[in-house]
């Protein structure tokens, strides 16, 4: 089964509003990490967050982790039609020595 | 630098066939790990290589195989072709110099359809 799942699978909203996917979780991490897709490309890293942190930002995205109730939320500001795209959180789970991917979050931004 | 390539982009093969995606990550970079990518499954770890070894290995069937070169450049092989092999099939690199999983740089995958 996925280590991650992620909520919710689709979002659509306006441009220019801001967009939040949640990821949670089943076990200890070493690290969780956020990738975007363009339909049916490949994966582009957008940001890594360790287990001893706590909220880290990348231009217009912000990430937090909260790790007691295993979850991640992943937030853009200010969104564009350029983000349409699925995002996927990832997990370095302890002792799993790969990276597991949830299902995904499909965003939409309208114009 | 250049990014990770991927060939071929697209694969048309039959049931019964058998299949050799590349992979050449990007310079220096020593790991390379592959994904299957399905609607249904989503994003699947195959296995990941590092300076020529396999390292790590995921929950799919011996007909699945990969290899790693000198050049740190590497293939993957699916024997016996399913049509439940159709897939994205992605490869990523990263350095690996580190213990576990940090960013990972992913090529623009393959597309496999299995008639």
């Known amino acids: 089964s996925q280590q991650g799942e992620e909520d919710p699978q689709a979002l659509s909203i306006q441009e220019g509003e801001n967009a939040t996917m949640n990821c949670s979780y089943k076990?200890?991490?070493?690290?969780l990490q956020w990738y975007r897709q363009n339909s049916g490309r490949g994966l582009v890293h957008l940001i890594l967050?360790?287990?001893?942190?706590r909220e880290k930002h990348s231009g217009r995205l912000r990430v937090t982790l909260d790790t007691s109730k295993k979850s991640s939320s992943l937030l853009i500001t200010a969104s564009r039609a350029a983000d349409t795209a699925s995002y996927f959180c990832?997990?370095?789970?302890?002792?799993?020595?790969?990276?597991?991917f949830g299902q995904g979050t499909r965003l939409t931004i309208n114009p | 630098k250049a990014g990770v390539t991927q060939t071929p982009r697209y694969l048309i093969k039959t049931r019964g066939q058998q299949v050799t995606l590349s992979c050449s990550p990007i310079?220096?970079?020593?790991?390379v790990s592959w994904y299957q990518q399905t609607p249904g499954q989503g994003l699947q770890f195959l296995f990941e290589?590092?300076?020529?070894?396999?390292?790590n290995k995921g929950n799919f069937p011996g007909r699945f195989s990969g290899r790693q070169f000198s050049n740190s450049r590497s293939e993957m092989n699916v024997s016996t072709l399913e049509l439940g092999d159709s897939a994205l099939y992605l490869c990523?690199?990263?350095?690996?110099?580190?213990?576990?999983?940090?960013?990972?740089?992913f090529g623009p995958g393959t597309r496999l359809t299995v008639l």
């Open positions: 990523a690199s990263s350095p690996g110099l580190q213990a576990g999983y940090n960013e990972q740089f």
């Open positions: 076990t200890s991490i070493n690290n």
């Open positions: 967050i360790r287990s001893n942190e």
């Open positions: 990832a997990t370095d789970a302890r002792g799993a020595q790969k990276l597991v």
């Open positions: 310079s220096g970079h020593r790991s």
């Open positions: 290589y590092f300076s020529e070894t396999q390292r």
